[in-house]
């Protein structure tokens, strides 16, 4: 009897638990693939595609069109030109077309740029991500910074909202956004790369412009990124892509972005006076070099060696003497010319500013009291005086130079400008600033041929044979 029982009550066991599998198999497969797109869709939203649609309405394809004077032999078109010589050449114009990025930073029209995505452009126009096409017009430029302040008049602009470059942290996610390869046709939305922050405070010269403390990423960045945006994960602005390291002009892995921070005191500064208008501090300095660094004892200490100091400036009132050596402003280092210039050229006006600097092997800290901005230059052996123009100013003048207002009757220049003419151009080099002027005359050499260009009574006009002395 006991082993019956057993044989009957064992097969029912196992006929419940096979119908239980048969009737709920559809329920909880149904259940579960609910779950799986569920799962799936919320995984595909993820932080990166949040910053993504956040940020990416703000950032605008940039077109440019310039127009240069090229020297030309007559009868070009003659099939005998290449075996004649021609004793004259005439002008002829060439248009060329330049694309780039930029950032809606306000939503009342203000585009922010690489300075060398729009330098000499005739004609700027923006191309937001819904396709809507508008002229722009240039507020101000910076060279040095590689940044420049363009303005449209478009309603519904989406302004990107600014991050902390001071805060980032080394391996974090960075997403860069941009034009790579742009064309004006086509689908207007940006592109989208995705990489870490690989590292933060980097120097790099590119020709003669010195970009410093820049953000460098392996988000991949092309030709056409120029002047997008480098976002956090929060879809927060952290930079303006400016740079690639290549030595095939693709993106090999490393680029380079100009921190935010830095560009919020560029913006300020080209918002108000279309230009970087240094302060007048009364210093002129020069590279600490190993005699001199011996000659005074400093071993291996870096900074910039102080040459003169100007009577009543604010440098003379600090206490700053000659033979000084600053090695920081603000906390900032001063290892060299360069990061002097970068540093003192940003300095604000009616702050004070804390100059860290050694005398007789000692360290002193001074306070400079900033009280004007340089707005004119008196340039040495040419015997003219240059004004910086202000926004205002510079709205009367079709080009965007610095203003003559003195010229020396015996200066080599007397017979060639006056007072009111506006220079905008030294041989192939803009001139839209004081800075822009002294960066390029420190450039030219003796004796070599100089083209001024300059507007007079809203026209056109240069120089000739020229030589610089």
Do not use: C
């Not at 470059?165 to 941009?178: F, Q, T, Y």
């Amino acid at each position: 009897m006991i082993k019956s029982r057993h044989i009957f009550f064992l097969p029912t066991k196992l006929l419940l638990v096979l119908i239980s599998s048969l009737l709920l198999p559809r329920t909880v497969a149904s259940q579960s693939k609910v779950e799986i797109q569920t799962d799936l869709a919320v995984s595909r939203r993820n932080a990166l595609v949040r910053a993504v649609e956040k940020a990416s309405p703000a950032v605008v394809n940039i077109s440019t069109i310039t127009t240069k004077q090229v020297r030309a032999p007559s009868f070009l078109d003659d099939p005998w030109a290449p075996f004649f010589d021609f004793p004259f050449e005439i002008p002829r114009e060439r248009q060329l077309n330049g694309l780039g990025s930029g950032v809606i930073i306000d939503k009342n029209g203000y585009v922010l740029t690489n300075q060398h995505v729009i330098a000499g452009a005739d004609e700027t126009r923006v191309i937001l991500s819904d396709g809507r096409e508008f002229e722009a017009t240039v507020v101000g430029e910076d060279y040095l910074s590689d940044l420049a302040l363009l303005e449209i008049e478009a309603p519904n602009l989406t302004q990107i909202e600014f991050g902390d470059s001071d805060d980032l942290l080394v391996g974090e996610w960075a997403i860069a956004i941009g034009h790579p390869f742009a064309v004006t046709g086509g689908d207007p939305r940006p592109t989208v790369t995705i990489g870490v922050v690989s590292a933060t405070n980097r120097a790099i010269r590119i020709d003669d412009r010195l970009y410093q403390r820049l953000i460098q990423t392996d988000a991949s960045i092309n030709p056409g990124n120029s002047g997008g945006a480098l976002v956090d994960m929060y879809g927060k602005l952290i930079g303006i892509n400016a740079a690639i390291h290549s030595t095939s002009r693709g993106s090999q892995g490393v680029g380079f972005a100009i921190p935010v921070n830095t560009a919020e005191r560029i913006i300020v500064l080209l918002a108000s006076h279309g230009a970087v208008v240094p302060p007048y501090l009364g210093i002129e300095a020069q590279a600490l070099t190993t005699e001199f660094a011996e000659k005074l004892n400093l071993g291996d200490r870096l900074g910039v060696l102080v040459t003169s100091v100007e009577k009543g400036s604010p440098a003379k009132k600090a206490g700053i003497k000659r033979s000084d050596v600053i090695e920081a402003i603000n906390g900032q280092p001063t290892p060299n010319l360069s990061a002097f210039d970068s540093i003192t050229r940003l300095l604000e006006n009616d702050k004070t500013t804390t100059v860290q600097l050694i005398r007789n092997r000692n360290r002193k800290d001074v306070t400079l009291s900033i009280r004007k901005l340089q707005w004119s230059y008196r340039v040495p052996g040419w015997g003219i005086t240059i004004k910086q123009l202000d926004r205002e100013a510079s709205r009367k003048y079709k080009q965007r130079g610095v203003l003559v207002t003195k010229v020396d009757r015996r200066g080599t220049l007397a017979e060639l400008l006056e007072q009111k003419d506006l220079l905008y151009r030294i041989n192939d080099s803009t001139v839209g600033s004081i800075e822009d002027f002294k960066r390029t005359i420190n450039r030219l050499r003796q004796r070599q041929r100089v083209t001024l260009y300059f507007e007079r009574d809203g026209e056109r006009m240069r120089s000739r044979n020229l030589v610089y002395q």
